[in-house]
T-cell receptor, first 115, second 117 residues
Framework: ETGVTQTPRHLVMGMTNKKSLKCEQH?????MYWYKQSAKKPLELMFV???????ENNSVPSRFSPECPNSSHLFLHLHTLQPEDSALYLC??????????????FGQGTRLTVV | AQTVTQSQPEMSVQEAETVTLSCTYD???????LFWYKQPPSRQMILVIR??????QNATENRFSVNFQKAAKSFSLKISDSQLGDAAMYFC??????????????FGKGTKLSVKP
């Protein structure tokens, strides 16, 4: 148990559906991340939020829409996805303070299948 | 650009023996952190060990140790007395420190470690 919780753990959705992934942490961390993990590909950084502000969008298609209403919650809204978007989506958080040495804590991921 | 390279897609080790996983990285920064994460079949990413670039001493956590060669930009992980529970994907990752503000955690492609009984 890392203190980062992702729901749902598994999700199957059609290409015309709209769904959302949720990530929650109560570790006091101020930086939150979405990563995509596909078979045979490295972990791809998608979005970064620091103190609720988006600081990185790694050229992610607009069918993925992140939301960070507060430092403890991070969402990934999905709509009109493609089958190639099927992957494990990992959320991570870490402290975000100057000069600190930090590691990221990961959730267990959401296994997404687009049919 | 910040890159992390793991050149061994798969490795195998006999139980109780020692195995070394390789990682090289590229950065122009002088201040950064390096990590090894483990991802078992449960998919939970777990931190194995961490190394601060300004520290010359290699980090050690029980059976896990690193060989940090800063000039060569190499950061290998040694697992001693391998156990069946060590079987997992292992990811090397780097995090830059830009004069006090930190960059993003970037991962290598991973090495799949099998442990034979």
């Amino acid at each position: 148990e890392t203190g980062v919780t992702q729901t749902p753990r598994h999700l199957v959705m059609g290409m015309t559906n709209k769904k959302s992934l949720k990530c929650e942490q109560h570790l006091g961390h101020n930086a939150m991340y979405w990563y995509k993990q596909s078979a045979k590909k490295p972990l791809e950084l998608m979005f970064v939020y620091n103190f609720k502000e988006q600081t990185e969008n790694n050229s992610v298609p607009s069918r993925f829409s992140p939301e960070c209403p507060n430092s403890s919650h991070l969402f990934l809204h999905l709509h009109t996805l493609q089958p190639e978007d099927s992957a494990l989506y990992l959320c991570a958080s870490r402290p975000s303070y100057l000069g600190g040495t930090t590691e990221a804590f990961f959730g267990q991921g959401t296994r997404l299948t687009v049919v | 650009a910040q890159t992390v390279t793991q050149s061994q897609p798969e490795m195998s080790v006999q139980e109780a023996e020692t195995v070394t996983l390789s990682c090289t990285y590229d950065t122009s920064e002088s201040d950064y952190y390096l990590f090894w994460y483990k991802q078992p079949p449960s998919r939970q990413m777990i931190l194995v060990i961490r190394q601060e670039a300004y520290k010359q001493q290699n980090a050690t956590e029980n059976r896990f140790s690193v060989n940090f060669q800063k000039a060569a930009k190499s950061f290998s992980l040694k697992i001693s007395d391998s156990q069946l529970g060590d079987a997992a994907m292992y990811f090397c990752a780097s995090l830059m420190n830009y004069g006090g503000s930190q960059g993003n955690l970037i991962f290598g492609k991973g090495t799949k470690l099998s442990v034979k009984p």
